[in-house]
């Protein structure tokens, strides 16, 4: 069992950035491609972003492409999501995920192995 947990979230100013963290209990943190979802109230979960498991391929949903950035560090076993020009349309549950295929850049939640908790991104206007 992979255990997933983020960090970041919180209160921000639309315009502003916020940086999420997602620290994973994982030897093999380096064969997992990691995905960025977020749910806000009344919608399904919607795909973000992911990186494969070198950090050399993300992907963004179009939402977010352009002001959104995923990164990793393998070293740490933490992936990152630093946001930026923030929406209050962004406003949701954050969840990070862990694909085993490591080579994939799954866009649906049914690729997925494991999941954290989420944390809460609020953008106020």
């Known amino acids: 069992q992979v255990q997933l947990v983020e960090s970041g979230g919180g209160l921000v100013q639309a315009g502003g950035s916020l940086r999420l963290s997602c620290a994973a209990s994982?030897?093999?943190?380096?064969?997992?491609?990691m995905g960025w979802f977020r749910q806000a109230p009344g919608k399904g979960r919607e795909f973000v972003g992911v990186?494969?498991?070198?950090?050399?391929?993300?992907y963004y949903g179009l939402s977010v492409k352009g002001r959104f950035t995923i990164s990793r560090d393998n070293a740490k076993n933490t992936v990152y999501l630093q946001m930026s020009s923030l929406k209050p349309e962004d406003t949701a549950v954050y969840y990070c995920?862990?694909?085993?295929?490591?080579?994939?850049?799954?866009?649906?939640?049914?690729?997925?192995?494991?999941w954290g908790q989420g944390t809460q991104v609020t953008v106020s206007s």
């Open positions: 995920a862990a694909d085993q295929d490591g080579l994939r850049l799954g866009d649906r939640p049914n690729y997925y192995d494991y």
């Open positions: 994982a030897r093999s943190f380096n064969m997992y491609s």
């Open positions: 990186i494969d498991r070198r950090g050399d391929s993300p």
